[in-house]
């Protein structure tokens, strides 16, 4: 079945420093790829997200990538802030359905 | 307030008791889904509806029934739990497919013993 995977599991970055979290999809019919952020003990809140006719899309701090060809989409986080540190999910969906499918996650830690 | 209500919050059951987890939405959405969160696995859709009395599998629906009567509401029903479905457990709607913020609930951890 259809399939997103999402690397890497954890990451650890000084603060300041940039992070990039990747994904890759199998459902070439996926066209709508969101990122969510979730704190401790909290629900998952949407970050950024980036439809298929778009190959970069950038709110402040936070960026994300899409290629499309390759099957890839990436979250860029820079000037990383100690508030940052959260499990990120990226997720693929299509507009056919509602079906969406999460990757496992990445704990990231920001260090002092 | 836009947003989303699961009842209850926290529930510890024993298998074979059967449950219903409530979800509402107060926003118009017409998808709604449900997710189970386990630790690694990340977020699985277990159901999801495009619209009243329209349900479909998600990737991990054994054992579990849901149903949309009305716009608002998409029930979480497990028949017979199992210790297996142990897990937190998020609700979800959106206004429509394929784009646009999903907005999660607060989550129910559900302990089967």
């Known amino acids: 079945g259809e399939n997103v995977e999402q690397h890497p599991s954890t990451l650890s970055v000084q603060e300041g420093d940039s992070a990039v979290i990747k994904c890759t999809y199998s459902?070439?019919?996926?066209?709508?790829f969101p990122w969510y952020k979730q704190e401790l003990g909290k629900r998952p809140q949407l970050i950024i997200d980036?439809?298929?006719?778009?190959g970069e899309k950038k709110d402040q701090r936070i960026a994300v990538t899409l290629n499309k060809t390759a099957k890839h989409f990436s979250l860029h986080i820079t000037e990383t802030q100690p508030e940052d540190s959260a499990v990120y999910f990226c997720?693929?969906?299509?507009?056919?359905?509602?079906?969406?499918?999460f990757g496992k996650g990445t704990r990231l830690h920001i260090l002092p | 307030e836009a947003q989303v209500t699961q009842n209850p919050r926290y529930l510890i059951t024993v298998t074979g008791k059967k449950l219903t987890v409530t979800c509402s939405q107060n926003m118009n959405h017409e998808y709604m889904s449900w997710y189970r969160q386990d630790p690694g696995l990340g977020l699985r859709q277990i159901y999801y509806?495009?619209?009243?009395?329209?349900?479909d599998k998600g990737d991990v629906p054994e054992g579990y029934k849901v149903s949309r009567k009305e716009k608002r509401n998409f029930p979480l029903i497990l028949e017979s739990p199992s210790p297996n479905q142990t897990s937190l457990y998020f609700c979800?709607?959106?206004?429509?497919?394929?784009?646009?913020?999903?907005?999660f609930g607060p989550g129910t951890r559900l302990t089967v013993t």
């Open positions: 997720a693929a969906s299509r507009d056919r359905d509602d079906k969406i499918i």
């Open positions: 980036i439809r298929s006719n778009v």
């Open positions: 979800a709607s959106r206004h429509r497919a394929g784009g646009g913020e999903q907005y």
């Open positions: 509806s495009m619209n009243v009395e329209v349900t």
């Open positions: 459902d070439s019919a996926s066209n709508y």
